[in-house]
């Protein structure tokens, strides 16, 4: 059909819905139904083909049962656009009523789409987020098949599979009611227009013509202009964030900037506190001529290319020959406007005033206003996408400017792209100049670690100049602290001065790139600063929206009830990296609580407990006060002085989620359970390596401390610390006491040191542990105690102590095990890796003892 009837029968002037145009076929083809209350209530299906979407009007929404037949009656083809079109069509209009995107996902049709549909029968798969599995459009023949207004009736019929269910069972249409962008219902749409996503209309509140007096806004605060005030900087998630409290960006391809005004005088700051402002004149008298006194905005400086698309690679090119005229600032916030300090006051209000301020500045000129768009983010992330943007940036409209990386600024990028370091370079090879290939790399704390080469995305002047700095650079030693993999012939070392920005495929389950491409260097980032960027889901919302509020370390207090536990603070920052909040940290646990309590139950535990977040003071604790809440157990043990003293224990979920509340990033516990405390069920072997040491110089020590055991009838279980080492476990009958098991282990770890004292040490010394992997055994003390399997550890990434299978060490990275993968990795496990470990009985043989010299 095309879009002439659609167009035809729409006045773009009085309705938000698109007018659209018809694209050319994606690698996947959208699906979507949109719940449209209209003169009645009925379900439209769409499907993209063609370059538009096949459209069928579903009166009564579709069901789960084969046996349910559905009418479908064919209307006019919408544009693409339309599938992340939600909102309000105004009354008199054609389809006037409310919209909500029910369902939304990609379709997989089966055979030729087009043929199927010329003979009115297309089978097709969905993947959405409510239907999914095998469904079957069949045209209806004869009189039946004829419709009102020359429209055809087609079945809409699902396929009998396993995501087929009966009417009387699941009514998903009832089930379900909810809008899979706002997570609306849609009797509540149109209650507040300005929170719905209009695909062609300005969502900003209308910039109004009068002064903008500071003074009078709610949260500023009187103040001098700063310096520079620290940048706010977004997590990067694996999808956009539901809801009407977001607001998204465009994710923009260039520097970031603060750009500072006083005095008719503006400069330009990198992240690093650098002026750029001679780099960028004409941004720099735009920003100059601007009717204030003095403010601070925050935005990104870009290179625009003809269709508007900004370009990193591009703007490398206008930085090297000296020009800027393609230049643009994109400013994206206000912090700080003519007296007040602005960064308290909510972003919506922000960006209002921001549009205030630049409302006199032309729309093609060097500084811009960065505009966004309300809710609909999964729409507006696909729309990003479909245009060759970079991605796109979600922000909490209500909350404060906070420094550093939390939940309330999210990317979701439409490529795999990030910093790295360039640590070495190849020699050219053939007819190539300057250098082969960068071997590049990310910080895992003080360590640069490998992360592959790259040899494409350099022009011949690129490859002269890179070189040249490169071999300015050169020193004798790798500055890697793993192991480069490959011939090293034609290496050359660097110092890890240069940042580099690298598109890419994918990580290798290596820990390196695939398909990288250099796009070029980024002289404001911090070396250091330089990480691994791991994809984390969007931060649950079931709470309420935080207000602003800069007085804690988070957002304030929204009480949230877990497990019957009430947590204070719920989305106070915990990991700033990863914007893990107090809640998700107690969802987490939650949803492995039958991983992780068989572990805790009936052992003493003493916590770490870290009451602002991850870096901050910490502190342990393992007896009982009157401020442990009343869910945590308690068990009296008596110490060496003779006194009883009440520690903490814990034993159920209740219990578990009050020492989230406490503030506790790590559970440690004994080896040993009530009421047999004086007799140990496991020993537990703690390999801590030192600074640099590769990993698999630590899972060869494991697998030599698993094979000694063997050949004494022992065997053994392993874990990762969630740190840099291994635990090796081994469960016992609990016959010997905490003496014979203690003496046992030292004697183990001090005769492999003795067997190759350069790789290990029984000490702890630091000064006697460079270089080698500290064995340590003291884990084996009556009182010590280990980090218990599935806990979370107080530093940052997130990280996670998980049982592991033997076979999976070598293939295992150090930060792949966090609060978001370990859900997912338990969930994909046909069998507990410690399986074995609940049932094996074993005890210390006295020959065992006898091989390694004990009586």
């Not at 409290?245 to 260039?254: A, F, M, N, T, V």
């Not at 338990?826 to 006898?850: C, F």
Request: charged share 30%.
């Amino acid at each position: 059909m095309g879009l002439k009837d659609y167009r035809k029968k729409r006045d773009f002037k009085r309705t938000p819905e698109p007018a659209g145009r018809i694209h050319s076929q994606g690698p996947q083809r959208l699906y979507v139904i949109q719940k449209h209350a209209a003169t009645r209530l009925h379900y439209d299906l769409r499907l993209e083909e063609a370059g538009v979407l096949k459209s069928w009007a579903v009166p009564k929404g579709p069901s789960l049962d084969p046996k349910e037949k559905r009418l479908a009656v064919q209307v006019e083809d919408h544009p693409i656009e339309y599938g992340g079109f939600e909102g309000v069509i105004p009354e008199g209009e054609y389809g006037g009523g409310r919209v909500q995107v029910w369902d939304r996902g990609s379709w997989t049709p089966e055979g030729d789409p087009h043929e199927g549909l010329r003979k009115g029968k297309l089978k097709f798969h969905l993947q959405g987020e409510k239907l999914r599995g095998g469904w079957n459009l069949v045209r209806m023949h004869g009189r039946a098949g004829v419709a009102e207004k020359g429209k055809t009736n087609w079945l809409l019929i699902k396929e009998a599979d396993e995501e087929a269910a009966p009417q009387d069972q699941r009514d998903i249409v009832q089930e379900r009611p909810e809008s899979v962008l706002s997570g609306r219902r849609i009797e509540d749409m149109g209650k507040e227009p300005e929170s719905v996503w209009h695909s062609n209309r300005d969502q900003s509140t209308s910039a109004s013509k009068s002064a903008i007096d500071p003074s009078r806004i709610k949260g500023g605060r009187k103040a001098s202009l700063p310096q520079l005030m620290p940048f706010q900087l977004a997590t990067l998630t694996d999808r956009s964030p539901v809801g009407d409290e977001w607001l998204h960006e465009i994710k923009l391809d260039g520097f970031r900037m603060q750009c500072r005004i006083e005095k008719g005088k503006a400069q330009l700051l990198t992240r690093t506190g650098q002026d750029w402002t001679h780099r960028f004149t004409d941004v720099a008298k735009a920003a100059s001529r601007l009717p204030l006194r003095a403010a601070l905005f925050d935005g990104e400086l870009v290179a625009l290319q003809p269709d508007g698309r900004s370009s990193f690679q591009l703007l490398q090119g206008a930085l090297s020959e000296g020009a800027d005229g393609t230049l643009a600032y994109y400013a994206f916030d206000l912090l700080y406007l003519d007296g007040y300090d602005l960064s308290d006051v909510p972003l919506l209000t922000r960006k209002e005033m921001l549009k205030r301020v630049l409302e006199s500045e032309p729309k093609d000129g060097a500084l811009r206003y960065s505009d966004h768009v309300i809710g609909g983010g999964q729409a507006f992330h696909e729309a990003a996408c479909r245009l060759g943007l970079e991605g796109m940036i979600a922000k909490r409209k209500n909350a404060p400017y906070q420094p550093g990386r939390g939940g309330d600024w999210l990317k979701v990028k439409c490529l795999q792209r990030q910093e790295f370091v360039i640590g070495g370079f190849t020699d050219p090879s053939g007819s190539r100049t300057g250098f082969g290939a960068l071997l590049i790399g990310v910080y895992e704390g003080n360590a640069l670690i490998y992360a592959g080469r790259v040899g494409t995305g350099f022009n011949t002047g690129l490859l002269k100049t890179l070189a040249a700095r490169l071999q300015r650079l050169e020193r004798p030693q790798s500055p890697f602290k793993n192991r480069v993999p490959g011939p090293l012939r034609d290496v050359h070392w660097v110092k890890p001065n240069l940042v580099a920005e690298i598109a890419f495929t994918e990580w290798t389950s290596d820990g390196v790139l695939r398909h990288p491409s250099f796009q070029g260097l980024r002289e404001d980032k911090k070396v250091t600063d330089v990480k691994r960027e791991i994809p984390q889901p969007p931060p649950d919302d079931s709470a309420p929206p935080p207000k602003a509020d800069r007085k804690a370390a988070s957002r304030p207090s929204v009480h949230v009830e877990i497990a019957g536990i009430r947590l204070t603070h719920p989305t106070r920052i915990l990991y700033p990296q990863q914007g893990v909040t107090k809640q998700d940290l107690a969802r987490y646990y939650e949803s492995i609580a039958e991983w992780v309590l068989p572990h805790l139950t009936g052992r003493p535990v003493m916590v770490v407990r870290c009451p602002e977040g991850a870096g901050k003071d910490c502190f342990h604790q393992k007896h009982m006060n009157r401020m442990v809440p009343a869910a945590v157990k308690s068990i009296d043990i008596k110490e060496e002085s003779g006194a009883s003293s009440a520690y903490l224990m814990v034993d159920d979920l209740p219990g578990l989620i009050s020492l989230v509340q406490m503030g506790a990033l790590e559970l440690h516990v004994w080896g040993a359970r009530a009421p047999r405390l004086e007799n140990p069920d496991r020993m537990v072997f703690d390999l801590d390596p030192d600074e640099g040491l590769p990993w698999a110089r630590v899972t060869e020590a494991a697998e030599l401390i698993k094979d000694r055991l063997a050949t004494m009838k022992l065997d053994s279980w392993v874990k990762t610390t969630g740190g840099k080492g291994l635990h090796v476990v081994v469960p016992l009958t609990g016959k010997q006491t905490w003496e014979e098991v203690k003496g046992f282990s030292q004697a183990l770890a001090e005769r492999l040191v003795k067997e190759a004292p350069d790789r290990y040490t029984s000490k702890m010394s630091k000064a006697g542990r460079r270089g080698k992997i500290f064995i340590d055994y003291l884990r084996n003390s009556r009182g010590a105690t280990a980090v218990a399997a599935y806990s979370t550890r107080s530093r940052a990434g997130a990280t996670v102590s998980v049982p592991v299978r033997w076979e999976e060490l070598s293939r295992l990275t150090l930060d792949e095990f966090t609060v978001k993968t370990v859900p997912r990795r338990l969930k994909m496990l046909k069998e507990d890796p410690w399986e074995d470990l609940w049932t094996v009985r074993q005890s210390i043989a006295a020959s065992a003892r006898r091989s390694l010299g004990l009586k």
